[in-house]
Every structure is written in C-alpha cells, then in structure tokens.
C-alpha cells in the first residue's frame, strides 16, 4: 500500500509539473452537472438506485463525501460555479438570472468566469444543457447554448457531437455537460421505472408527511412558512412534487425520481463510451456533481432551498489522470472548489483573486488531505433579495443554521445524521455554537453580508 501510494505520488507530481508546461500535457476537462440529484441518490451511496455507470466511473476515482453546494437553488447555485464567488457577491440570488450578466459587467469581472478562463489557458470550450444564466456563450463558451426543455436527448447528442469534432482538436477541450434530470417533471419511461418495485422503496428516516411549521424549512421568503411544490403535478400519475405526501405518494414519487436517475445513468454511461471510442478518456478529467440537492418528503418537504443535508450536500466524484481511484475522501468540499481545481489541472499558476473556493488538487494528490475545516452555504426562496436568506456553517461534526428570521439551529452530523434534534440551546454545546457563530460572521463579512450576527460574548 505505502509502495503504492509512493509510486502514484511520483506518478502525479510529474503530470501536474508538467501540465503547466505545454498545452500538449494539459488533460481534457468534463464537467457533468446534474439537477436537483440529493447525495444519497446515487448507487454508491443507496443501493436501492441503479446508476451503474456512474457507480462504475466514480469507482475509477475519487468520491467526495462531504459536498455542498454555494447555494441550494439552479440559477443561484449555476451563477456561483461559473463565477467562483458566492450568491451575496454575484447578486444571482435565488432565480434572479439577469443578474449574472450585470455582475459580469462590473469592473474586469467579464474576464473572470471559468469559460473565459479555461478559453485564455488554451481550451476550447462548449456548454450543453441547462444554463439557468442564458446563453452560455454570453459568459464565455465558445460554442454551446441552452437546453429549456425537459427532454435531454438532444443534449446529449449534442455533447456527443461536440466531442466528436473536438477529440482530434490541437487545443483541449473543456465541456460542461448539464443535463436537466432529475428535476421535475419527473416522467420517466416505462423500462426504467420497471426496475423498481411498486411500494417497496424505503422513505428517509426524516420523512414526515408535511413539514414542521419552522423558518429552517421554509422555502420562502423571511417569515413565510411556505413549502414548494404542493400544488405541481406534472409527474409520473400526476404525483405532487410537495407536502402533504403520505407514505404510498412518497414511495411512487421516489421510484420516479430513481427511474429518472437511471435514465440519466444511461446516458451518462454513452458519454463516457464516446469518450473511450474517440481515445480521449485516459486524458479527460471527468467532475460529476449536481447543482442542489432534493426533499424526497425529508423533512416532509419537496424541492430543496434549505440549508437541510438533503438540499445542500450533492454527490461528487472526479475521475481522471493522475486521480487515485476506488477511494472515498470525508474532506470538505464547496462546489465553489471547481473553478479552481479545473484552472489548476489546466495548469494555470495564478488563480484569479476573487475566488472563494479552493483547489481541490492536494486531495487529488492525497486523499487524507483536507482543504478547509468549514464549508458555507446560502440560500433564499424566489422572490428574496440578497442578504435574506438562510445561511449554514458545516463542520465534519456540527451543522450551524442562521434562518432567514434569525432564528439558530445546531445539528450534530455524526450522532443526528437526519437533522432531528436542534442543539442550540444545550447548554455544553454552547462553545461549538459560538465558534461557528463566529466563523459565520466572519464569512459574512467576506461576502458583503449586510446582515450583522452580534458575536459578542
Ligand atoms: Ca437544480
């Protein structure tokens, strides 16, 4: 093992020296960004999803078990990975997406999403899929544009050919691939739901047939109590996509979603076959994650915008040169760690200045490597405005919530897994809470935050 682990060190020093080199040396970069996939909704983490191919992909590298994202809503989340910065800084709060083109005109910030640096590091790049921000072209692809309907066939066949004309480009290709599954409407064809039994799939161990009347499962604005998607039926039997769902409307409402994560599997599955077919797999980084998670009656909510575990921690791996597989690494990650992580395998020396995420590199290089002991989140129903929203603090352990009303939650992530049990007001936890109150504030102030959390003991 330790002969192993030397040899791979040798191994992957050399290729990342040597990709800051020339371009000949940089690897092709493809991103696979779901939508609304939760962490546990994928094989390797729930054996009751059949995703095969992506089981088998992410066991050729590196799982990350401990994701989250910027920001659990599409546009907001979608802004923060293009950008690099959180929602309070782009101003994408929520679905507000026009915001994003007036965040890139500030200043020299047109220059800074990460097409546009990948294009200056020598990279052609091409989006297909789900924007959620417009024209990707307008943010820097040079070629690509956005999918709005729900059918992702076409998507993938444009991807497919996307490759097939740039496997044999002199430049590298940079390809981010954002299906619109499993989002709703979940309408998946027969032979896919046909692998999951009627009323047998398994409900989380927080399913609650509506949620609790609390502003940590609000999914609106301040001092709403308002839970998404009670009155969207536009599923599989006409199956709401929100509360009140009981036990038999949840258990067919999962088998839709599962059934749509197969199919995406599948497709997944023909993209890394083109891959192998062109001869360009063994030189492509592959990141897979989603944009947010999902309330499968968790909580007894649907759709996501809480800082809850099943909304704002996705699943993620990364496969590719140099990347050790058939591990799992507990260390934090924010999706905001992307961008930089890709501008370093693409061999760039000095990231951008504004980036809040950090390379995820040295975790490549080691998996018992760690970047960060905190990870952040933010997140406000449609219709807020910036600095309205929930905003979490998340240790390996602890779980520190602000509500949008200003309200605190403490989670203990190893013994509350499930989010059952607000320790806030327990008097030993005391020091953890401030610690994180702390950290929090600290964060706030970095983002602009015009919400001011009194740390003062
Ligand atoms: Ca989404």
Redesign the pocket.
């Known amino acids: 093992m330790r002969l192993t682990l030397l040899v791979f060190g040798l191994v992957t020093s050399t290729l990342w020296s040597a990709a800051t080199a020339t371009a000949a040396t940089q690897p092709n970069l493809l991103v696979i960004f779901t939508?609304?996939q939760t962490f546990r909704a994928i094989g390797y983490n729930d054996p009751q999803v059949q995703t095969p191919h992506l089981d088998a992909l992410a066991k050729r590298g590196l799982i990350f078990d401990n994701a989250y994202v910027a920001s659990p809503i599409?546009a907001a989340?979608r802004a923060s990975m293009m950008s690099g910065v959180f929602p309070q800084q782009h101003g994408v709060i929520a679905l507000k997406y026009r915001e994003f083109r007036a965040y890139q005109a500030g200043g020299t910030r047109s220059d800074q999403t990460l097409a546009h640096q990948l294009n200056l590091a020598g990279y052609h790049t091409g989006f297909y899929g789900k924007s959620h921000l417009g024209a990707p072209t307008s943010y820097g692809f040079a070629a690509g544009d956005e999918r709005g309907a729900y059918d992702d066939k076409p998507t993938f066949e444009k991807a497919a050919a996307y490759l097939d004309v740039q496997a044999t480009n002199a430049k590298p290709f940079f390809l981010w691939l954002a299906p619109r599954q499993p989002?709703v409407p979940l309408l998946p064809e027969q032979r896919w739901l046909d692998l999951y039994p009627e009323g047998k799939l398994a409900l989380p161990e927080n399913y609650r047939l509506e949620p609790r009347q609390s502003s940590l499962n609000n999914q609106g604005i301040p001092g709403q109590h308002f839970y998404r998607d009670s009155n969207y039926r536009r599923n599989h039997r006409d199956l709401p996509a929100g509360p009140p769902r009981d036990v038999k409307t949840m258990r067919e409402f999962i088998r839709a979603y599962f059934a749509v994560i197969s199919h995406l599997d599948h497709q997944i599955g023909q993209i890394v076959a083109k891959l192998r077919s062109l001869g360009v797999l063994e030189n492509t980084v592959i990141v897979f994650l989603s944009?947010?998670g999902y309330h499968l009656g968790s909580h007894g909510l649907g759709n996501k915008i809480t800082m809850h575990e099943e909304s704002a921690r996705v699943p993620m791996f990364i496969v590719g040169p140099g990347v050790p597989s058939g591990v799992r690494t507990s260390a934090l990650v924010s999706s905001l760690d992307v961008y930089p992580t890709l501008l370093q395998l693409a061999g760039v020396r000095d990231l951008p200045e504004h980036l809040m995420g950090r390379s995820l590199v040295p975790i490549l290089k080691d998996p018992q490597a760690e970047v960060r002991t905190i990870v952040f989140s933010e997140c406000v129903g449609v219709g807020g405005t910036v600095g309205q929203g929930h905003r979490m603090a998340r240790t390996k352990q602890w779980k520190y919530i602000l509500t949008g009303t200003d309200e605190q939650y403490l989670f203990d992530q190893q013994k509350d897994p499930f989010e059952l049990r607000n320790r806030i007001d327990t008097p030993e936890l005391k020091p953890i809470a401030d610690e994180l109150r702390r950290e929090l504030s600290t964060w706030m102030q970095q983002v602009g935050d015009r919400k001011s959390l009194d740390v003062r003991e």
Do not use: A, L, P
């Open positions: 939508d609304d599409c989340s989002h944009d947010n």
